[in-house]
């Protein structure tokens, strides 16, 4: 049987999740990042699944960095990469025999270019 992994487009489920809009609409992102990241860890841990979170330097230009946090991997892209571009790339490589990759997303650009690695699709929803 593969192996789980999510990966999670964080800015994109924080503009669908309606609780993480009130906190962004409020200039919260880092506390909409935060709860975002606890309920997904929550998530994880339930599954049975190892979660990366993948958020682009929109909203916080000159960091790159990854870290582990809530038994996540979180992701902030370098400036000027996209998380979608970063999401893309990592879903094809690591989506193989060994590892069934699902992405979190309700880009439709994004959605097809991962169906196309054979990758699947869970909606931000």
């Known amino acids: 049987m ?4 999510l990966i999670v487009d964080g800015y994109n489920m924080i503009g669908a999740w309606p609780e993480l809009v009130q906190l962004k609409n409020k200039d919260l992102m880092e506390d909409a990042r ?3 990241l606890q309920s997904l860890s929550n998530y994880a841990k339930y599954e049975k699944l190892a979660v ?4 682009d330097a929109q909203f916080v230009p000159g960091v790159t960095k990854n870290y582990a946090r809530y ?8 400036e000027g990469e996209t998380a979608d ?3 893309e790339r990592i879903a094809g490589k690591l989506n193989d025999i060994m590892t069934q990759v ?18 699947l699709r869970v909606s931000a929803r």
Not at 2 to 5: G, T
Not at 52 to 55: A, K, L, M, P, Q
Not at 102 to 119: N, P
């Open 85 to 87: 571009s970063y999401i």
């Open 34 to 36: 935060e709860q975002l």
């Open 71 to 78: 038994q996540l991997e979180v992701v902030f892209t370098e």
């Open 52 to 55: 990366i979170v993948v958020f």
């Open 102 to 119: 699902s992405v979190a997303t309700s880009d439709l650009a994004e959605q097809w270019v991962i169906f196309s690695q054979g990758a």
């Open 2 to 5: 593969k192996k789980p992994l």
